[in-house]
């Protein structure tokens, strides 16, 4: 065994799953792993099994920088993973500002990570860097998404002129954008790029079940048509670090419409690893200065089941 290795997860709260990937990873490359994960409060999670809960300011609040320098410190923290979009800009903006040389932060530029969280300012990049995706025609039925929404929250479905109007009294459109709504075939894409290596691999998920926008169901597959091409060019952005999760809609014509772009694990990122996209011992062994080898994807179907846990109250 080498020295310890301290992970600090940014809101982890019920990814049991992923963290239990992160403890095999460790088991494999022969370190011990101390998880902690900053939280809302300091409360029963899913994962506290797995990690030390550590209460800590919302990352939209200006304190959490301060705070996260101090946890860094005390818990002498070597890495750094983000697990909701607002981590990710809190974060990426700490890795730029608050220089950590002995504590890899785990995520992509601020820029890109301040444009993925919000889906006007990605449906502008989208366009700029040639991505296809939805617009906004004379065409029905239109989804209205909010700007800073999440998990599909802050989603409206709207046929017609009539329910659009209706809408616009309800909500300030300010904050939402509205896109053509095409249905097609929803995929995700895990991708792992490395600072060191570049474009390590990916995994294509069918999205078959999905709750609340999280994925329980979903089948992986070999790109088809232009995929490969849409996915790599993609990945081949500057900025990008680290476990990459990419959305889209495909079409029986070989088209595509990307929903989003998340730069951290996604929900069913945990499918993909499984699947030999093993991006927790990739950390790892990165941070450990170390090599690994290319990986060697299989296919899977992943479930998801309902799984209880308690505390004493």
């Given at each position: 065994m080498t020295k310890d290795i301290n992970i600090l997860f940014l809101g982890a709260s019920k990814r049991v799953t992923l963290l239990e990937q992160f403890n095999k990873a460790a088991n494999e490359v022969g370190v011990k792993l101390n998880m902690f994960s900053c939280e809302i409060k300091k409360d029963f999670y899913p994962i506290s099994h797995l990690a030390e809960i550590m209460e800590?300011?919302?990352?939209?609040?200006?304190?959490?920088?301060?705070?996260?320098?101090?946890?860094?410190?005390?818990?002498?923290?070597?890495?750094?993973?983000?697990?909701?979009?607002?981590?990710?800009?809190?974060?990426?903006?700490?890795?730029?500002?608050?220089?950590?040389?002995?504590?890899?932060?785990?995520?992509?530029?601020?820029?890109?990570?301040?444009?993925?969280?919000?889906?006007?300012?990605?449906?502008?990049?989208?366009k700029t860097n040639n991505i296809p995706t939805f617009q906004n025609t004379s065409r029905y039925p239109k989804m209205v998404k909010a700007k800073l929404g999440y998990g599909a929250k802050g989603q409206y479905l709207v046929n017609n002129p009539q329910e659009l109007k209706l809408l616009q009294e309800r909500i300030n459109m300010s904050d939402y954008i509205v896109q053509d709504y095409k249905k097609g075939q929803e995929s995700s894409v895990d991708i792992y790029k490395s600072p060191k290596f570049g474009l390590v691999g990916y995994v294509v998920r069918d999205r078959l079940v999905v709750s609340d926008g999280e994925v329980m169901d979903c089948l992986t597959r070999i790109p088809e048509g232009d995929e490969k091409k849409l996915i790599e060019t993609v990945a081949s952005i500057d900025g990008w670090e680290g476990c990459i999760t990419l959305q889209y809609m495909k079409y029986f014509d070989n088209t595509f419409n990307v929903v989003e772009i998340n730069p951290r694990f996604g929900g069913g990122s945990t499918c993909g690893i499984a699947c030999g996209l093993d991006m927790p011992k990739y950390i790892l062994l990165e941070y450990m200065g170390q090599n690994f080898d290319k990986p060697v994807i299989r296919n899977l179907k992943m479930v998801r089941a309902r799984r209880d846990f308690y505390y004493e109250c």
């Open positions: 800590g300011p919302k990352f939209s609040d200006q304190r959490f920088l301060s705070w996260l320098d101090a946890a860094i410190n005390s818990k002498n923290i070597n890495i750094v993973i983000p697990n909701m979009d607002q981590a990710t800009v809190a974060l990426s903006y700490f890795k730029e500002n608050f220089k950590k040389p002995d504590c890899w932060c785990v995520v992509s530029s601020y820029d890109l990570c301040v444009k993925m969280n919000d889906k006007l300012l990605a449906d502008e990049f989208f």
